[in-house]
Antibody, heavy 122, light 109 residues
Framework: EVQLVESGGGLVKPGGSLRLSCAASGFTFSSYSMNWVRQAPGKGLEWVSS????????YYADSVKGRFTISRDNAKNSLYLQMNSLRAEDTAVYYC???????????????WGQGTMVTVSS | QSALTQPASVSGSPGQSITISCTGT?????????VSWYQQHPGKAPKLMIYDVSNRPSGVSNRFSGSKSGNTASLTISGLQAEDEADYYCSSYTSSSTVFGTGTKVTVL
């Protein structure tokens, strides 16, 4: 079964750091670009960051640029999001999502994880 | 990276057809044939319903269809069913990112 499972969410104080992980299974992880998408409580979806299959292409939303770092370990079938200098407005459910076409740098997101909640509060 | 504009809510009776609009600019919706639509039920992860403007992934009902004209994309749900009640989001490429719509709550009356 094709599956993505996020972990690493929790409660953190403003200015703190957190590292999210996304474990992939059921497909050739190293062939697919991956993304992080977040959703604040009661709000809409917001794209956060993307990384190509070989990590050659990396993009960030302006709202997280300079604070968040996306990375991947294809040997471990895992995607990561290092989040530093966290703010209250970063509070959200964070989803990892797979780009639909293998090898494509970008595209529609066809597989989503269940999400992990990040709460930034003092 | 401003969000694409969608109506906050759309409603219809069972069996009817509804259309959700998604308005962007020439830098996103109008500039690329890479508009996608996602369905999200409460407490669940989003589900891809339409990709590349008008294509349905395997397993998605043919009651869902997509189109685009200029800077506006549309999702039509025909033969509305109770299970279609959910939030719907469009998304589009931009030059270096992906942008989502503001979201539309679909209510089946």
């Amino acid at each position: 079964e094709v599956q993505l499972v996020e972990s690493g969410g929790g409660l953190v104080k403003p200015g703190g750091s957190l590292r999210l992980s996304c474990a992939a299974s059921g497909f050739t992880f190293s062939s697919y670009s991956m993304n992080w998408v977040r959703q604040a409580p009661g709000k809409g979806l917001e794209w956060v960051s993307s990384i190509s299959s070989s990590s050659s292409y990396i993009y960030y939303a302006d709202s997280v640029k300079g604070r968040f770092t996306i990375s991947r370990d294809n040997a471990k079938n895992s995607l990561y999001l290092q989040m530093n200098s966290l703010r209250a407005e970063d509070t959200a459910v964070y989803y990892c999502a797979r780009v639909r076409i293998a090898v494509a740098a970008r595209g529609a997101f066809d597989i989503w994880g269940q999400g992990t909640m990040v709460t930034v509060s003092s | 990276q401003s969000a694409l504009t969608q109506p906050a809510s759309v409603s219809g009776s069972p069996g009817q057809s509804i259309t959700i609009s998604c308005t962007g600019t020439s830098s996103d919706v109008g500039g690329y044939n890479y508009v996608s639509w996602y369905q999200q039920h409460p407490g669940k992860a989003p589900k891809l319903m339409i990709y590349d403007v008008s294509n349905r992934p395997s397993g998605v009902s043919n009651r869902f269809s997509g189109s685009k004209s200029g800077n506006t994309a549309s999702l039509t749900i025909s033969g509305l069913q109770a299970e279609d009640e959910a939030d719907y989001y469009c998304s589009s490429y931009t030059s270096s990112s992906t942008v989502f719509g503001t979201g539309t709550k679909v209510t089946v009356l």
